[in-house]
């Protein structure tokens, strides 16, 4: 029998599932956050008219806090198309994964607060 290859794990930060209501504007097209870390996001889009940039910025808005985070800068990681639960046929939407890059230090203090907030939520 042959040994399954696993993919390797790239991310440096475990990824929290968010609350409802959580978006990301990546320019004006709004997308469901669907988990967050203080190093990435993982967010579901429509499909673009063009393809999204290799480096982005993104506005988090959280709607139950009245939360709002703007231009954090992103890049590109990976872009997969994302598929319907119920019946697991491909839709218009993409799922993309973005890592933050030099973020300030107040960015970084308010995403870990809104992290570790959604963290104790789920508990």
């Known amino acids: 029998m ?3 290859k696993r993919m390797r794990e790239r991310r ?3 990824r929290i599932a968010v609350r409802e209501g959580a978006v990301a504007f990546l320019g004006d ?3 469901t956050i669907l988990d967050i870390s203080e190093k990435g996001i993982s967010v579901r ?3 673009f008219e063009q393809e999204p940039e290799p480096k982005c910025a993104l506005d988090l808005f959280f709607a139950e806090e009245n939360f709002y985070l703007a ?3 992103a890049e590109l990681v990976s872009d997969l198309p994302a598929y319907d639960s119920v019946d697991q046929k491909k839709n218009r939407a993409r799922r993309l994964g973005l890592r933050f890059c030099d973020l300030t230090p107040a960015q970084y203090k308010a995403l870990c607060s809104v992290i570790y907030r959604n963290q104790m939520a789920e508990v």
């Open 2 to 4: 042959q040994e399954r």
């Open 12 to 14: 440096q930060a475990p």
């Open 29 to 31: 097209v709004p997308g």
């Open 45 to 47: 889009f429509m499909v």
């Open 71 to 73: 231009g954090l800068e």
